[in-house]
Structure formats: C-alpha cells, structure tokens
C-alpha cells in the first residue's frame, strides 16, 4: 500500500496485518518507525521506498511486490499530500504536485499492478476524500486532485467487473490522524493552521482513524463499492447532489469566516509543525490531534 508511513495508511496497513495479509509498506521515506510497529511473528513486510508520482517508482513497488510473493490481493492507493491556504496565495507548482500524488500516483500505481490483481481477482482500495465529492475553501489544490482521484477510481470500478478486480471507493471525511503536523500552510499560517487543526480534532466533525481503518478494510474485503465515513460527509454528499446551489452558498459563507488572504504575497508554503506557537487555548482543544500525531507516526516522517 502507498502512503503507509504514518497516519490512515500505517492503519490501514495494520489492520490488513492483523486480518491475516503478508504487507507491502510504500512511502517515499519514514518507514522504518512504521514497520518496526507492523512487525509481528510471523507476518512478512516489505519495505519500498518509492514515489508513486514517477511512474517508474510505481513500476518497480509492483515489481519488488511481485518478486517477493508472487502475488496481490489488495491494493491500497493512500498517498496524498494537503496544502492549506487561500487560493490566491496557491502556486501553479502546489495544484501540480497536488495532482501529482493524488491523481496522478493512483494512476501509476494501478496500471502498473493490473495484471497481479487480474491474476487473483485482486481488490483496490482507493483512499479518496469528502473533499473529491463536495468543495472545500482554503484547499483548492486538495480538492481539485480527489474530485480527479473520485472520477478515476469510479470509472475504475465500472469496468473492473470485467476484470475480476473489485474496487472499493473509499470516502473519509475529517479523521484524527495528527496529519496536520505534517499539512502545508500558505497565507496567513498560524491562522490557517489553527482552523483546520480545530476542525480536524473536533469528535463530533472528526472520526477516530482506528475506526475508520477498521471501516475502511472491512469494506474493502466484503467488496463494497464506496465507503464514506463520518455523518457530517454523508450528510454533506447527499446535500450537494440534491441541491448543487445551496450547497456552495453555505460553503461561500464558511469561507468568509476563514482567515483572509494575507498581503499581495503572504507567507509561502510551510509544514504545520514549523509554523508558531499557538496560543494554550489552542493547545488544549487540539489534544486529540497531537496525541494521533503521536500514535501515528506523525512525528516520525523526516519530511
């Protein structure tokens, strides 16, 4: 699986670990904290470092794969990278490197394993977002990239039949995965990184990221079509394609209440965790996150 080297993708890896299955770990860096964690008796890994935006690198992790079990049954596709910020303050570079991993990295990594999943009968799990389905301010490059990632793992899973290949579209909204450690802040970062780090460790908006692994897999395994995880994204799917309109005026006026683009330039993309000190009210309603950061290999990733 790609993206395996800390928050929903080691979950995910652990679960498939402790259901029975042989792993293949992908990130482009970070993982030996990861699989010392997955290691159990018994249980064989393969660590690849690898990066899923080269089409070569998605080649090699199938072949590495294919060298060392002869075979796939599941594919998770779990890469991803967010970029937080106004879209006046977003690069061309970010919407690229955006589709990159997100779209680009599913497209790599599944081509190159086609004919292993077609051999067993093979299951792909594409980890998409609420943001694919619905627009979301202050993440355009985000939200551009899974709306492509949520169009090519749908057309996937209508002709996957054929194939023999079940897909699984999975749609996670906000988790406490400890992610926004590693989220890059544009504009205005100290205030960027203080809503999207409320609004990603809130129980009420966010789901536990051990639950919804669990979720996620079990899905997977039973062949379901598409998963989306927490009430506010279900709530939120059903709303904007029931009514399209209403749904981007509310979305409009929750974006007025999002800190404003910051001067002619702003500040340029920085990770979560090199931005400032935040204030002790801060500290105390995000305890959720940082202990998932923790928990998740967060503070592990050198990047």
């Not at 000190?277 to 996150?289: I, K, V």
Request: net charge positive; with cysteine; aromatic share 4%.
């Amino acid at each position: 699986m790609t993206g395996a080297s800390r928050g929903l993708g080691f979950l995910i890896a652990r679960e498939l670990g402790d259901r029975g299955h042989d792993l293949v770990v992908c990130a482009r860096d970070g993982l030996d904290a990861a699989v010392a964690d997955l290691a159990r008796p018994g249980r064989e890994i393969l660590a690849v470092e690898a990066d899923v935006t080269d089409r070569a690198d998605a080649a090699r992790l199938v072949a590495e794969t294919e060298r060392r079990f002869g075979r796939l049954d599941v594919l998770v596709t779990n890469a991803g990278v967010i970029q937080v910020g106004p879209v006046a303050h977003m690069r061309l570079e970010d919407f690229r490197h955006a589709m990159d991993v997100m779209y680009w990295g599913i497209v790599h990594t599944v081509d190159a394993a086609l004919p292993l999943l077609r051999r067993r009968h093979g299951r792909v799990l594409a980890v998409t977002s609420i943001g694919g389905k619905l627009p979301a301010p202050h993440l355009a490059p985000y939200t551009a990239a899974k709306h492509a990632a949520v169009g090519y793992a749908e057309a996937l899973r209508v002709e996957a039949h054929r194939l023999g290949i079940g897909v699984t579209v999975a749609v996670p909204g906000l988790m406490r995965t400890g992610s926004t450690r590693n989220a890059l802040f544009t504009g205005d970062r100290d205030a960027e990184r203080r809503w999207f780090t409320l609004g990603a460790g809130v129980p009420l908006l966010s789901m536990d990221a051990e639950r919804a692994a669990r979720r996620l897999v079990a899905a997977t395994l039973r062949g379901r079509p598409e998963v989306v995880l927490t009430p506010a994204a279900k709530l939120g799917v059903r709303a904007h394609a029931l009514a399209p309109g209403l749904t981007m005026r509310t979305v409009a006026a929750v974006e007025r209440l999002l800190p404003p683009p910051a001067g002619p330039d702003g500040d340029g993309p920085e990770p979560g965790h090199a931005t400032g000190p935040q204030p002790s009210w801060f500290a105390r309603l995000t305890r959720l996150d940082r202990t998932a950061a923790r928990r998740w290999h967060q503070l592990d990733d050198p990047g």
